[in-house]
């Protein structure tokens, strides 16, 4: 899980509720967002700290970032517009993918490079009655800058 959130007078605040089971063993990674709201470097640097985790990062057996996913989710980012969204959580999966979630209230959007060619899709609002799933081709770079639009229009 990826909760993003601020700093007021030096106690870090949270955007949304953290739930947890009692007595839950839990890992904290602290990253700081750039100043800049520059969709390009933010998701660069991610990308640039995820790629030299180990294997076994999440101490279940989660492989290290496939190679050929990285390069594919630094391709993706180099075809989309400057400042298109707000930085995004660039999430390792369990499978050595890579995902790129935004989140504001109950509202998401989920790009999760699956393999070099295609990226799963979650698009879900239940304020507005949305939740679709699907699969694009990663060069679809048209169709992606529209779902980030769907994300950034009703949450701007």
Do not use: C
Not at 32 to 39: K, L, R
Not at 99 to 106: A, L
Not at 115 to 140: F, G, S
Request: no cysteine; hydrophobic share 40%.
């Amino acid at each position: 899980m990826v909760y993003r959130g601020h700093v007021a007078n030096g106690i870090i605040q949270l955007e949304g509720s953290v739930v947890l089971p009692e007595g839950a063993e839990v890992r904290v990674e602290l990253a700081t967002v750039p100043n800049d709201e520059d969709f390009h470097v933010g998701a660069e640097q991610e990308l640039d700290r995820l790629a030299s985790l180990p294997a076994n990062r999440d101490r279940e057996g989660a492989p290290r970032i496939d190679p050929a996913i990285n390069r594919a989710a630094r391709d993706f980012i180099a075809r989309l517009p400057l400042k298109v969204a707000p930085i995004p959580a660039v999430v390792p999966s369990a499978a050595g993918n890579l995902q790129f979630e935004w989140n504001s209230g109950r509202r998401s959007l989920e790009l999760e490079i699956e393999n070099p060619a295609t990226i799963r899709y979650l698009k879900w609002d239940p304020n507005e009655e949305v939740e679709e799933e699907d699969v694009v081709n990663v060069v679809d770079t048209d169709r992606t800058v529209r779902l980030i639009e769907w994300f950034v229009k009703e949450v701007g």
